[in-house]
């Protein structure tokens, strides 16, 4: 049995390296007055337990389950902030609890699974998931994940505060015009700061091309980012990927991509 003390990664790959230190956990763990209270359904005991014991560690509030019966029992009686789920479960499975959970809007609902095609990372956020994440996945990954859709759901239920004319020429003053990604890297900013929900597949080239700011990046290296193999891969899907995220970008209001194309050698970031 894996001494849960020791594992870093999780991932329900009996053949996978799984152990590491949790010294880090302790180090990292946050001091935040609010504990995020997180309900794991996860089929596997031992993983499930590694997941609870790393979460907690940095300092979320986690309960585990072992299918949808015991997750809904506690939300009956319990509140929390988010639901991590795994797809692959005994009886309902994990995209028909996303499905019913999704009438509440507050709830942060994150897949945690082996299920990694196209097909089901689509179909996971086509039924409302703030992330869909394939596991192997590094605990420190999932805690800054969870964070993330949680700030976001915070802002999106507070009301805005309109700050004094004052403060408002002095941020405009100092703020660079500049895209990024915000915190966690689910959500793409323009300068004026409105912000676009990005896929698994745009945030994975959104993330090489704002590090690289003002640098080309060759496509070989974008593709890697999607393929172990390069040459298997097909670079139309990558020119879809871009293709897309243009169009919704501008279609969001955010205005047009600040991406240059180098013809037939990668891209330019101009942020």
Not at 45 to 57: K, P, S
Not at 115 to 129: E, F, K, P
Not at 221 to 243: E, G
Request: charged share 25%; with cysteine; proline share 5%.
């Amino acid at each position: 049995m894996v001494n849960k003390r020791q594992s870093a990664y999780v991932t329900d790959d009996p053949s996978a390296d799984r152990l590491g230190s949790f010294n880090w956990a302790i180090e990292m763990t946050p001091t935040v007055p609010d504990k995020l209270r997180v309900f794991l359904v996860e089929d596997t005991a031992d993983l499930r337990e590694e997941i609870v014991f790393g979460l907690t560690a940095l300092g979320l509030e986690v309960s585990g389950f072992g299918d949808a019966v015991g997750l809904y029992r506690d939300l009956a009686v319990k509140d929390c902030d988010l639901v991590v789920i795994d797809v692959g479960l005994p009886g309902e499975d994990g995209f028909s609890i996303a499905q019913h959970l999704r009438s509440n809007p507050s709830l942060g609902i994150v897949f945690l699974t082996a299920r990694a095609t196209l097909d089901d990372r689509l179909h996971g956020l086509n039924l409302g998931a703030d992330a869909y994440m394939v596991k192997p996945v590094d605990v420190r990954e999932l805690a800054a994940t969870l964070h993330a859709v949680n700030r976001r759901l915070r802002s999106k239920a507070e009301p805005l505060l309109v700050a004094p004319p004052d403060a408002v020429e002095i941020q405009t003053a100092t703020q660079a015009a500049r895209w990024t990604l915000s915190p966690g890297d689910w959500a793409l900013r323009n300068p004026q700061g409105d912000e676009l929900s990005v896929s698994e597949a745009e945030r994975r080239f959104l993330k090489i091309m704002v590090a690289a700011s003002g640098q080309m990046v060759e496509r070989e290296k974008l593709i890697a980012a999607f393929a172990q193999d390069v040459d298997d891969y097909d670079p139309h899907r990558l020119d879809a990927v871009i293709s897309r995220l243009r169009k919704r970008t501008e279609q969001a209001g955010l205005g047009s991509l600040p991406l240059q194309s180098v013809r037939g050698v990668g891209y330019v970031f101009n942020a």
